[in-house]
């Protein structure tokens, strides 16, 4: 295989070698029910362990890429059409793995703010501590999807500050942090099914107390550092959830 994997990148392995193989799958390099190479091919090939090859496996079956034969191996997959948001992943990133377009996105507001006690909270920052937020609204072909507010520590607010294509709404927030070192180690999210508040439906242009869904989500690092924390609300009947699940 052409590709190697960067040892000073700050992308985990695992994501680096899941992006190798899903380009390859997805360009018919490996082609549809062929074997991938098995765990310990990859591990030799790429230099891995055999735990960073497995989640990789992992995240392909989950992604649809690939399935898992008993007692035979790994197998290519073409992942099924859907218009659904991963909440594993950014917005922007699920429906672009999708080959959706027609995807606009409005940033309302950007700036320092004083926390709500549950922002502080989640970013474990004191009550007076400002955190910088960064306010959008999501749309699928002309019709309001998402309306989300990401809020960061200073010490990512710098990193975002300058990063224009971020702050207008043209660029990946995801693939920003990941590149100035903020991975993800874990993340938190709670979901509710709740009535539209009448700023959230302005947001999103539906009458207030219309159902929508809040997703919160807290994401820190190996060291255990809250880097983001946002809540969207999202309207379904645009974009379902789709949560993947695989067996172990």
């Given at each position: 295989m052409a590709h190697t994997i960067e040892r000073v990148s700050p992308v985990p392995y695992y994501e680096q070698l899941y992006e190798i193989l899903r380009e390859q799958i997805s360009q018919g390099e490996i082609a549809e029910e062929e074997r991938l190479p098995s765990e310990l091919e990859l591990c030799r090939e790429f230099g891995l362990s055999r735990a960073t090859v497995r989640q990789t496996l992992?995240?392909?079956?989950?992604?649809?890429?690939?399935?898992?034969?008993?007692?035979r191996g790994v197998f290519a997959s073409v992942p099924g059409q859907t218009a659904g948001w991963t909440v594993q992943e950014g917005f922007l990133e699920s429906q672009l793995r999708h080959g959706r377009t027609g995807i606009t996105t409005t940033v309302v507001q950007t700036g320092y703010v004083t926390?709500?006690?549950?922002?502080?909270d989640a970013l474990r920052v004191g009550p007076d501590?400002?955190?910088?937020?960064?306010?959008?609204?999501?749309?699928?072909?002309?019709?309001?999807?998402m309306y989300s507010t990401n809020w960061f520590p200073r010490e990512v607010a710098r990193?975002?500050?300058?990063?224009?294509?971020?702050?207008?709404?043209?660029?990946?927030?995801?693939?920003?942090?990941?590149?100035a070192g903020f991975v993800s180690s874990g993340a938190q999210r709670v979901i509710h099914a709740l009535a539209a508040p009448d700023a959230v439906a302005a947001h999103l242009d539906v009458e207030p107390g219309h159902p929508v869904l809040r997703v919160r989500s807290s994401?820190?690092?190996?060291?255990?550092?809250?880097?983001?924390?946002?809540?969207?609300?999202?309207?379904?009947?645009?974009?379902?959830?789709?949560?993947?699940?695989?067996a172990s």
């Open positions: 992992t995240k392909l079956e989950n992604d649809g890429y690939a399935h898992r034969i008993p007692r926390p709500e006690a549950h922002v502080a501590t400002e955190v910088f937020a960064l306010e959008r609204v999501r749309s699928l072909d002309g019709r309001r999807a990193t975002i500050a300058s990063e224009s294509g971020v702050l207008d709404g043209s660029a990946s927030l995801n693939g920003h942090l990941r590149s994401s820190w690092a190996a060291d255990g550092t809250r880097f983001d924390y946002y809540e969207t609300w999202v309207l379904t009947d645009v974009i379902p959830l789709e949560v993947s699940v695989s």
